[in-house]
């Protein structure tokens, strides 16, 4: 099984976070570990358990075969804490960026005697570099996302609102082959642009507005991630000024992305390059993030990221400049990195302004 790789890899480590047994709670890490996308939790010691219920158990067997799949009646503290003291666990690790203070409190009065050892960013590190299934997985998730922005291009009109275009998305998704929306969808436009992580409202889209979309599909739980700013007419000066500053600056950031480097590198390629244009206030966010089971996971490319790039990782390059009262302009594409530098593996079109 393919995981199972994965989990002795883990195993291994367990001298180092001095721990016998690790109790996984968080989604994403349960997903990595077992093949299990359903809710539950994983007990991994000398044997993996997962523990879910009764409406998961079709979905276990499917997709975690091999595995000791327990459904629960109870509650899962008493099953996990159960399965600890069967095992001999004397230091448990747990997610602490994902436990609840309430469950691990719980889970401490169960266990007792048992050591429960926080562990934070727990396959933080392993998760960001993918293997090849990962990459074909994430490849497939980016074209649907592709596929997806032409489609609905083809309709953009004004008078649509926000919402209508979103949902539109999110039709087109599905159509192009993704399992859906791996997160709520931005579409902005005018003024809404100039807030980075815009709601789609009801407000209808005018034929002098930047239109700021920001979506992705996911696929066996694999992320995609694109943004894309587009106008409904040629664009204005003012238009065209932001977006080559701001299409300028990704091309430095990608240009910059290569095994040995670190994150804040990338950032301050595209950052500097909005600086110099006399935007730099109003670039207000990290450059990008790693994208794999989870929308924002590891490396982080923000100014102050210590993460160094290597080969099998997948980041999102996204600069933008957001101008109160006026609008703004994001462009983000994917790009996996190499042994020798990177392949953009985005493939949506933007807008040459020369
Ligand atoms: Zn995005
Ligand atoms: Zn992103």
């Not at 789609?200 to 894309?228: E, I, M």
């Not at 983000?332 to 949506?348: F, N, R, S």
Request: a positive charge.
């Amino acid at each position: 099984m393919r995981t199972a790789g994965r989990v002795a890899r883990l195993r291994e480590r367990f001298d180092e976070l001095k721990v016998d047994a690790v109790v996984v709670s968080s989604e994403a890490n349960v997903r990595y570990l077992t093949g299990f996308s359903g809710e539950g939790w994983a007990v991994i010691d000398g044997e993996t358990t997962l523990v879910t219920d009764g409406r998961y158990t079709l979905r276990a067997e499917r997709e975690a075969p091999g595995l000791q799949v327990v459904c629960r009646n109870g509650s899962m503290r008493d099953v996990v804490v159960d399965r600890l003291k069967r095992g001999g666990a004397t230091r448990v690790g747990f997610e602490a960026d994902h436990l609840t203070v309430n469950a691990r409190n719980d889970l401490k009065r169960g266990l007792r005697g048992i050591g429960l050892v926080p562990l934070a960013a727990l396959q933080r590190a392993a998760r960001m570099i993918k293997d090849a299934r990962e990459v074909k997985l994430l490849r497939q998730a980016i074209a649907a996302t592709d596929a997806a922005f032409g489609a609905v291009c083809k309709d953009l009109a004004p008078g649509m609102t926000e919402v209508d275009l979103a949902l539109e998305i999110e039709r087109q998704l599905r159509l192009a082959g993704a399992d859906g929306a791996g997160f709520p969808s931005i579409v902005a436009g005018g003024p809404n642009s100039a807030d980075p992580h815009a709601e789609p409202g009801r407000r209808k889209l005018r034929l002098t507005d930047n239109v700021k979309l920001d979506f992705g599909g996911v696929l066996q739980g694999y992320h995609a991630d694109l943004t894309r700013t587009v106008f409904l007419r040629e664009p204005t000066r003012k238009q065209r000024e932001i977006y080559s500053v701001v299409r300028e600056a990704q091309r430095r950031a990608i240009a910059a992305c290569q095994p040995g480097v670190l994150g804040k590198d990338v950032d301050a390629a595209a950052r500097d390059t909005i600086r110099e244009a006399g935007y730099g206030e109003a670039f207000s966010h990290g450059l990008g993030h790693g994208v794999g089971l989870e929308i924002h996971e590891g490396p982080g490319l923000g100014h102050t990221s210590q993460d160094v790039l290597q080969p099998g990782m997948l980041i999102t390059v996204e600069p933008g400049i957001y101008l109160k009262g006026w609008g703004g302009v994001r462009l983000e594409d994917i790009v996996l990195i190499t042994p020798k530098g990177c392949e953009v593996l985005t493939k949506a079109p933007k807008l040459d302004l020369g």
